[in-house]
C-alpha cells in the first residue's frame, strides 16, 4: 500500500510564490520518479515537472525558470517551489510516484491541492 499526501496549497496574488510538498510512505521502495501534474478546469491533466531519485529534473516549457522540483530522499518527500506565479498556473496541483521506466498510468496519486493565483 502506498500513500501520497501532497499540501501547500492556497490563495496568492499573481507574481507570489507558493510552495507544494509531498510526502509518499508505504511500499515504495521501488517507486523513485516523483513528479508533480496539474489539472486546471476543462483542461486535461498536464504534466508539471518530475525528479528521479538520482535528482534528474525535468519541467514542462510553460514552468521553466519559475518552478524548481526538489526532493529529500530521506523524508521520501518531494517539493515544488513556485515564483512568479501567474494566473494560468490555477489549477489543482497531483504529486505522483511511479517506478522508474513505468508510466504516469501507473503511478500512486495523491488527492490533489489547490492552487489559485489572482490577477
Known amino acids: 500500500q502506498v500513500q501520497v499526501v501532497e499540501s501547500g496549497g492556497g490563495l496568492v496574488q499573481a507574481g507570489g510564490f507558493l510552495r507544494l510538498s509531498c510526502a509518499a510512505s508505504?511500499?515504495?521502495?521501488?517507486?523513485?520518479?516523483m513528479g508533480w501534474h496539474r489539472q486546471a478546469p476543462g483542461n486535461q491533466r498536464e504534466l508539471v515537472a518530475t525528479?528521479?531519485?538520482?535528482?534528474?529534473?525535468n519541467y514542462a516549457d510553460s514552468v521553466k525558470g519559475r518552478f524548481t522540483i526538489s526532493r529529500d530522499n530521506a523524508k521520501n518527500t518531494v517539493y515544488l517551489q513556485m515564483n512568479s506565479l501567474k494566473p494560468e498556473d490555477t489549477a489543482v496541483y497531483f504529486c505522483?510516484?511511479?517506478?522508474?521506466?513505468?508510466?504516469?498510468?501507473?503511478?500512486?496519486w495523491g488527492q490533489g491541492t489547490q492552487v489559485t493565483v489572482s490577477s
Open positions: 508505504g511500499s515504495i521502495s521501488r517507486l523513485n520518479v
Open positions: 525528479i528521479t531519485g538520482g535528482g534528474n529534473t
Open positions: 505522483a510516484v511511479r517506478r522508474y521506466g513505468g508510466t504516469w498510468s501507473d503511478a500512486y
